[in-house]
């Protein structure tokens, strides 16, 4: 283990033990201990009612991220090339990006009623403007000079955008993309919370109405395990792969 | 003997900056032009408006061939391509066959002396051997005019000495033309058949060798 692991993993140990104090000097109706919180969910891991609802949370998440991210990769590659579509754009983004999220929750409703839809669309809204600034900033950071070598070699359009575009934005996009898996459970939890009949975030406000503690912070540790393995499993090795140039 | 290159009249600003003002000269079939002239005078600016890199603000440009390769001041290779990634790009866009374009990469890496370090990333090339990995993309497309601005000025004297007498082979081999920009007359002079001198903005001195 190098240092920064074992740092990391004083941080963990320091942070568990901290609930775990806290837990034993508060009532037991207001915070669960790490343990009950795992015996809990070990508990819930028995059962239907658990696979069904972090499964459709899941597939929320994973849409949400994906129409968000794209969308955003899209508009922020054409705004990164063409100055006037970003100045077009800007309004927009500001819009989104200023926008508080519970509105952006109440709007969703109104418009697409409760359910799955819904937090799709609340993710996607809310992630997009995230992947579009850091894809903008990271091809109006293309190298000049590398342009140029493309401009006299006559690549075509999608050969830039593969050869040239997409490798000197994978930096900044990476680290956009962990960071929207991370905003997009936190969202998919609210919106559930304020608007769906199934899910984590529904799951949450059953816990909180019959005061099951420990269930509640169960869910609280599925919600970040979810975030764990988006961006440990999935996100980091494409990462890796990527950057691969940089080692 | 065909002009390939003509300059008529040409001036160019950047901004409210003149570089060249009423430049006027002519380049034919094989010739091989050491361009000279004193650091900041508009060299690369030439080169660069001869790749269409640039639009003159006066005057005209003729090129009669498209097919242009540049080698830049610095090796600009795609820093994640590998060195023969680096050469197969532009000759797969210039529409050579995957297998096509690795043999022909193959051989110029080889001649370069780099066939060992194909496989590896610029980041773990000396600044020498990028040079080469950028000079053996220029020359396996072909080219019908081939662009050398200083290529080999961050090289130590006796390097650059093996690569330049492998340049002057190269153009031996398939002939095109070749404007080589530098500092040094006598290092332009090994190659070159012809030499330009920019001595001002508005001042080209042609004379043969
Ligand atoms: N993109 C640009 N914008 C503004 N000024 C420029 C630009 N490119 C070059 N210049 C100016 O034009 C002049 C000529 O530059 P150029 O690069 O052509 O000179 P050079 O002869 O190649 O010099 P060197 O031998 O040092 O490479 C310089 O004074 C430079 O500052
Ligand atoms: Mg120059």
Redesign the pocket.
Same mark, same amino acid.
């Given at each position: 283990m190098n240092r920064q692991q074992v740092l990391t993993a004083i941080g963990f140990m320091l942070l568990l033990s901290g609930w775990q104090i806290l837990a034993m000097n508060m009532h037991q109706i207001l915070l669960a201990s790490p343990i009950q919180a795992i015996t809990s969910l070990w508990e819930m891991l028995h059962t239907p009612y658990f696979y069904d609802n972090f499964l459709i949370s899941i597939k929320r998440i994973s849409l949400g991220i994906i129409f968000g991210g794209f969308s955003g990769f899209v508009f922020g590659t054409i705004a990164g090339i063409n100055q006037n579509i970003k100045y077009l754009l800007d309004p927009l983004r500001w819009l989104i990006m200023s926008m508080p999220s519970v509105i952006i929750v109440v709007l969703a409703m109104l418009w697409f009623g409760m359910g799955s839809t819904m937090a799709v669309f609340m993710i996607a809204v809310i992630t997009a403007p995230v992947v579009y600034v850091n894809t903008v900033k990271g091809i109006e950071a293309v190298d000049k000079e590398l342009i140029e070598v493309a401009k006299i070699y006559k690549f075509p359009f999608f050969t830039r955008i593969k050869n040239l575009y997409t490798p000197a934005i994978a930096g900044p996009l990476s680290a956009a993309i962990v960071m929207i898996t991370c905003q997009g459970a936190r969202i998919a939890v609210m919106a559930e919370l304020l608007g769906a009949n199934e899910g984590i975030g529904y799951a949450v406000g059953i816990t909180r109405s019959n005061l099951e503690i420990p269930q509640l912070f169960a869910w609280i540790l599925t919600t970040l395990f979810i975030v764990a393995i988006f961006e440990f499993v999935l996100f980091r090795p494409i990462q890796n792969y990527f950057m691969r140039w940089q080692r | 003997m065909n002009k390939i290159i003509t300059f008529d009249s040409v001036g160019k600003k950047?901004?409210q &900056?003149t570089?060249l003002s009423n430049i006027s000269f002519s380049i034919y079939e094989q010739d091989i032009i050491g361009l000279l002239?004193p650091?900041? $005078?508009? &060299? /690369? /600016? $030439?080169l660069k408006l001869i790749s269409g890199l640039e639009k003159p603000t006066s005057g005209k440009i003729f090129v009669s061939s498209k097919k242009i390769s540049y080698v830049f001041?610095e090796p600009r290779l795609f820093p994640w391509k590998t060195a023969i990634e680096n050469i197969l790009l532009p000759l797969m866009v210039s529409g050579h066959s995957k297998k096509e374009a690795m043999n022909i990469a193959k051989h110029y890496l080889d001649s370069m002396g780099l066939s060992e370090f194909m496989d590896y990333y610029p980041a773990k090339l000396s600044g020498g051997m990028r040079q080469r990995v950028s000079l053996a993309r220029a020359l396996s497309l072909c080219p019908d005019i081939l662009l050398l601005?200083?290529p080999f000025s961050a090289l130590d004297s006796k390097r650059k000495g093996s690569l330049v007498e492998l340049l002057a082979k190269s153009i031996e081999e398939y002939p095109m033309v070749v404007l080589y920009?530098s500092?040094f007359p006598e290092e332009a002079k090994k190659i070159a058949n012809k030499i330009h001198t920019?001595s001002s903005k508005d001042k080209l001195v042609e004379s043969n060798l």
């Open positions: - | 950047y901004g &900056k570089v002239g650091s900041g $005078i508009g &060299k /690369t /600016t $030439i001041q601005d200083e920009v500092h920019l």
